[in-house]
């Protein structure tokens, strides 16, 4: 006789909600009780609606793909609005869901806690408040939008696309993990039912998907599949591999301690703790159905309106189809990046459009993407350092632009902009300037070669056991890796997470004191007690705060200069009725929000690092679209682009440093489920733990010194480098090279002092042989006269012309002007496939796909004159000014770096 349903509450649930609070006043709100048989009857009719939607869009998309793309991008943008918003509010009835329109601005879940915290802030409303049904359907499609839909016509398509081809069950994790900021900020509260759990993963009917078990029930099933290896709904043998683990594990028992063994048994329970196999919370399973019901329905509903009623009569008409998981969304085969019209590769266009692609395989861990990005940025720190060694006018510009963001640089503040009384705040002292610097840089070119040789010890170590690696990812959600892979994977996390408080601490010293952004900042001073924390702080760089007893903290200003309120996140740039100082007033607010986002740990706990990076670069381009649409300009094309300039170079430099770390975290976020238990296993695993910090310690040792000593005694031989009279037109004199000599004999003395200079730094520092010319050297033809040249077209020759200029062949010291889309079409043409990444940064890498040299292997050795293809990558950065083009000292500096990095030279293109 089975047990009677539960209809509320049990005594232990009322008294652990009356430990927690959990119903009372200043707590959170009591769940609702949702008894099991009401989870059944809402579940069958939404499943049925799934199943019924999907088996009908399926039948529209499979056969009419490209005619859907023609059509639907053929469509005037008000014509599309229309389309979307009837079929939005159409599968809202059928559905059952509140008939909530549907929202226009990008990211309404952004929107929707903006506005919330706004009037939480003016106490318009309680914390604990309901929210509306509006703000509710914001969070559960918080990717579903009017304008990026309508804007943008190739994401219904893709969204069509990717959900006609795999079951609903394929898409089931990934749309419970969207409502995650809905979860968390209590918009979304799922009604209450413990000891219960529905399975979705491999369940691709109506009456399967979905299904209520108990948790005994739950333990009972698995251990008959266990017993027979036999899976009536995935039809796989996961129980016998995992028996078959369990046997042998059991087997060398003998010969080990009975703690050991208890960590591999709760390994293995990590392992089986994934969606796939424990299912989810009834009141989210109900989430899951209620967000695919209203979604296949929409999409449904808006392809036959745009293939029309002859082709909705033949899907009607055609055979059911039989179930395949194949095609992924790629339907006709198109590639997505052609139908953009890229010539590069987008990585903002890429976060963003993958929501409406088919999710990612659990085990895709792309090693060389991770290898490239390290790599290129270990090498772009090291030129980084020689520049500065090199060139007294690229280190006095770089002085400069540190001394520029410095909290010292902004008002206190009670005060106003054009108050009397307020004069312009002194500028920092150049010392601690220089200290913060030089710091910095050397760190970087420690970090980043850490990074890579942590990638290399992960491709080493699953190389080394292969065969068990394989096993693992054959075993659905993913059997138990060798313990050597899980610690080269957890070593790279604990490194990344650990490194990346250097580029925001460095956002929060400097993000809101450059020049564009002061006037809408304060400084507060504080006192503080002196912290000594040995330089070990973990996070592994100096955020360029002086260490003296007071504080300085960044507020926003008040009154006339306080910051801008990001309202709308529409395309406002797209509407030529909207005033202009308008739109300055939102793009600028919105670089504001990211900004702050990124410096606050809540909020980027909140919010997720990734999406407030994804919104910090859409506002970028967004302003570039409004400065343009302001001047004239068009933006149809990647060659007429222009940057903005509310966000600086220093401040574009940190955000694409925290992208790329960003970047490497959501390479190694992909390897699940075995990634995603790092913070499980972190915290429960006191082996693991302290095994991580040993590594830490150990691998930070030699950069210790560093971070521990301030380099002191630098006042004098700076000064020339960071005072205003220095010359800023690019030429270097005589004084100059005698300042530099001096800056870096100190330099040296100081590092040597504090035993903080590591063999890398002693070789990046040591004299520049010879030193550098006022002007580019002569380019000498090879003895044969007929120097070996790569073909090119004029455009991309050209650009080759300026970064290698000849002043003697050329008659002139200033090599002709270039546009950056002119140079990423050169570095294209010379065999660098572009990636374009975050703020200013791009990615070039070798079109043969030859993995980069070793981690020991500093730049390339090329002959010169060579025409061999480029074999590793190399990061740049794209000119952050208004017209896009390099300067005469960038086109040599980023001349030098190729030069370096591959050999090229003047000699190696030449036209076709």
Not at 26 to 47: C, H, M, Y
Not at 280 to 303: M, S
Not at 617 to 631: D, M, N, V
């Amino acid at each position: 006789m089975s047990a009677p349903e539960p209809d509320g509450f049990t005594d232990e649930e009322r008294a652990l909600f009356a430990k927690l609070r959990i119903g009372e006043a200043g707590g959170l709100p009591l769940p609702e009780f949702i008894r099991p048989s009401q989870v059944v009857a809402n579940t069958q009719p939404l499943a049925v609606a799934i199943f019924a939607d999907w088996d009908a869009l399926q039948r529209l998309v499979r056969p009419h793909a490209a005619q859907l793309w023609a059509r639907w991008k053929q469509l005037k943008k008000k014509k599309r609005r229309a389309v979307l918003l009837d079929a939005w509010l159409r599968a809202a009835e059928a559905s059952g869901s509140p008939a909530t329109a549907l929202p226009a601005p990008h990211r309404p879940d952004l929107a929707a806690w903006r506005r919330r915290e706004r009037a939480i802030q003016k106490k318009e409303v309680e914390p604990n408040s309901p929210w509306s049904d509006d703000d509710v359907a914001a969070f559960l499609w918080p990717h579903l939008s009017l304008d990026d839909l309508a804007d943008q016509p190739r994401l219904l398509w893709q969204l069509a696309r990717a959900r006609a081809w795999p079951a609903p069950d394929t898409f089931a994790a990934a749309d419970l993990a969207d409502t995650s900021l809905g979860k968390a900020c209590l918009a979304l509260r799922p009604r209450y039912l413990n000891q219960y759990s529905m399975l979705f993963s491999g369940r691709t009917t109506a009456s399967a998907y979905g299904q209520l078990y108990t948790w005994d029930e739950l333990q009972a099933k698995k251990e008959v599949e266990k017993k027979s290896g036999d899976n009536d709904d995935d039809d796989d043998d996961n129980g016998k591999l995992r028996a078959a683990a369990k046997d042998e594990k059991n087997g060398d028992n003998e010969n080990s301690k009975d703690g050991e063994k208890d960590k591999h048994d709760n390994a293995d329970e990590e392992m089986e703790d994934t969606f796939e196999l424990r299912g989810t919370h009834p009141g989210e399973g109900l989430w899951i159905l209620t967000i695919q019901a209203r979604l296949y329905c929409f999409l449904h509903l808006a392809v036959a309106a745009v293939l029309g009623s002859e082709a909705v009569k033949q899907a009607q008409n055609t055979p059911e189809l039989v179930y395949s998981d194949s095609g992924g969304g790629t339907g006709d085969g198109q590639d997505l990046s052609t139908v953009a019209g890229l010539g590069y590769s987008d990585t903002l266009a890429q976060s963003l459009e993958a929501p409406f692609g088919a999710p990612r395989t659990a085990v895709d861990l792309d090693l060389q993407t991770l290898l490239d990005l390290a790599y290129a940025k270990a090498i772009e720190a090291e030129d980084h350092v020689r520049a500065m060694r090199a060139d007294p006018v690229y280190l006095r510009n770089t002085l400069q632009a540190w001394s520029a963001h410095r909290r010292e640089r902004l008002q206190p503040e009670a005060s106003t902009s054009g108050s009397p009384g307020h004069a312009a705040p002194a500028p920092p002292s150049a010392a601690p300037v220089a200290d913060a610097c030089l710091r910095r840089a050397f760190e970087q070119a420690e970090t980043w070669h850490i990074v890579y040789a942590k990638v290399q010890l992960i491709a080493q170590q699953m190389e080394k056991h292969a065969d068990a690696v394989a096993a693992a990812r054959a075993q659905p959600p993913g059997g138990r890796l060798p313990h050597d892979v899980l610690l080269a994977l957890y070593s790279l996390c604990h490194h990344l997470r650990s490194f990346e408080n250097e580029p925001v601490g460095l956002l929060r010293v400097g993000a809101f004191a450059s020049p564009p952004l002061r006037r809408y900042y304060r400084v507060r001073v504080e006192e503080r007690k002196p912290k000594d924390d040995g330089g070990d702080s973990g996070k592994g760089g100096h955020d360029g705060s002086d260490d003296s007893e007071t504080t300085l903290t960044v507020v926003p200003a008040e009154g006339v200069d306080a910051p801008p309120q990001l309202e709308n996140t529409s395309s406002i740039v797209d509407d030529t009725n909207v005033d202009t100082e308008v739109v300055r007033d939102q793009t600028t607010a919105a670089i504001l929000w990211a900004l702050t986002g990124l410096q606050d740990d809540a909020t980027r706990e909140l919010l997720g690092r990734q999406t407030l990076l994804d919104e910090l670069e859409r506002a970028l381009r967004w302003q570039r679209e409004a400065t343009a649409r302001a001047s004239g300009m068009s933006l149809s094309s990647p060659d007429e682009t222009t940057t903005t300039t509310i966000v600086t170079p220093w401040v574009a430099d940190q955000v694409a440093t925290l992208a790329l770390y960003a970047a490497c975290a959501r390479q190694l976020d992909r390897f699940q489920p075995w990634v995603g238990a790092y913070d499980r296993v972190l915290q429960q695993d006191a082996t693991v733990r302290d095994i991580l910090a040993m590594d830490f310690v150990k691998t930070m040792g030699r950069l210790r010194p560093l971070l521990a000593n301030r380099l002191d005694g630098l006042e004098a031989v700076v000064a020339p480098f960071v005072s205003n009279e220095s010359s800023r037109d690019g030429t270097t004199t005589a004084v100059d090279a005698r300042n530099l000599a001096a800056f870096w004999v100190r330099v040296q003395q100081v590092l040597e002092t504090n035993k903080a200079l590591t063999p890398r730094l002693r070789t990046l520092l040591a004299r520049p042989t010879p030193p550098p010319p006022t002007t580019p050297p002569t380019a000498t033809a090879p003895e044969n006269g007929k120097p070996p040249k790569r073909a090119v077209d004029k455009r991309a020759a050209k650009v080759f012309r300026a970064l290698f200029h000849d002043a003697a062949a050329r008659g002139s010291n200033t090599p002709a002007a270039v546009a950056w889309p002119d140079v990423v079409h050169a570095l294209g043409a010379a065999g660098l496939d572009a990636v374009r990444l975050y703020a200013s940064a791009w990615l070039f890498v070798p079109s043969t796909g030859v993995k980069p040299p070793t981690a020991s292997t500093s730049n390339g050795t090329k002959q010169p004159g060579s025409p061999a293809p480029p074999t590793h990558p190399i990061l740049f950065h794209e000119p952050w000014t208004a017209s896009s083009k390099l300067t005469p000292a960038a086109a040599r500096r980023m001349g030098e770096r190729l030069n370096r990095a591959y050999g090229w030279d003047a000699w190696t293109f030449g036209t076709v």
